[in-house]
């Protein structure tokens, strides 16, 4: 089981939420497909709402995932786990220190460094939650691994949906063991992946997504690993940056950090990190927690 030190700073204000132009739309039928895309806006938050009142939601299916004993996935289920808390920790820090309604993005410096696993536990620790509903979108039409993780169908999903051959009701699934879960998978590869992020139909959903849910986890292809990564980041409005101790090079681990706008920098989940000496609670056994934040380029660590 990963260990995970969490580190989200405080952010004071509100976060910048302009949105990218469209620049470029290389999209088939246009008219068509942003229609479909218009409708989703609506149709979808009526049925979302409808869901919320306990009325019957059927405009998003729902399935069943399979977790096991021991897996880093959902680690919820086992009262004692200090995994589970140190996400209810983080849940804690973006609930007190964002307004609802946010596109959280969540990314690392390499591939393999946990950010898909750390994805999918701080949504469902929101989602835990009975007044948030939150999604989680798999972004990463490169390399698509929720779908995988979750052993829900990968199809269809967010590239279906910026093609406009599939509405959100359509291209979003509900966890059962979670009910106020969603996930968006990545959906079919697309070779224009760079075009379908590039185009005001992405806009149309994320501004979709924003107003029916109360966080939006968005897990995202490594720090300016490919040419959709400044797209996405551009369009959220915070981001998370996982750190795996035994794994993420340094000097990249620096430069990703820097590459991240400050005032979109949430903070950084430190991944892999071997038990703290100093750690006397038995409760966190496995773990050890801190917050960290910088002052002029320094960094300070309170341990607690």
């Not at 804690?92 to 390499?110: A, E, G, M």
């Not at 007044?131 to 698509?144: E, F, K, M, R």
Request: glycine letters at 6%; charged letters at 20%.
């Amino acid at each position: 089981m990963s260990k995970i030190f969490e580190a989200l700073q405080q952010s004071r204000g509100g976060l910048n939420q302009q949105l990218p132009a469209a620049l470029i739309e290389q999209m088939a039928p246009v008219h068509e497909a942003q229609a479909a895309a218009d409708e989703t806006a609506t149709v979808l938050l009526a049925r979302h709402e409808k869901g919320k009142q306990g009325e019957q939601e059927t405009s998003i299916r729902r399935v069943s995932v399979p977790t096991a004993p021991g897996s880093p996935v959902f680690p919820f289920a086992n009262r004692q786990s200090s995994a589970a808390e140190q996400y209810r920790m983080i849940r804690t820090r973006l609930v007190q220190n964002l307004d609802p309604h946010k596109l959280i993005l969540i990314t690392s410096p390499d591939s393999g460094d946990g950010k898909t696993t750390t994805s999918i536990n701080v949504a469902a620790a929101l989602a835990m939650k009975n007044d948030l509903n939150v999604l989680i979108l798999d972004a990463d039409l490169c390399d698509s691994r929720i779908a995988g993780v979750l052993n829900i169908p990968v199809s269809p999903g967010l590239s279906e949906v910026l093609r406009g051959t599939h509405s959100l009701r359509d291209a979003i699934v509900g966890v059962e063991q979670f009910p106020n879960l969603y996930v968006l998978p990545a959906g079919a590869p697309a070779e224009n992946r760079t075009e379908l992020l590039d185009s005001s139909r992405w806009k149309t959903i994320c501004e979709a997504l924003r107003s029916q849910f109360e966080f939006t986890m968005v897990d995202s292809p490594p720090i300016n690993s490919v040419a959709d990564y400044p797209l996405i980041e551009q369009i959220c409005d915070g981001v998370i940056v996982v750190i795996r101790q035994d794994r993420t090079n340094r000097v990249r681990g620096e430069h990703a950090l820097k590459a991240v706008p400050r005032d979109k920098l949430l903070g950084v989940i430190m991944n892999g990190v071997e038990d703290w000496f100093l750690l006397r609670n038995n409760h966190f056994h496995y773990y050890g927690y801190y917050n960290s934040y910088h002052s002029k380029g320094s960094e300070k660590e309170n341990p607690k």
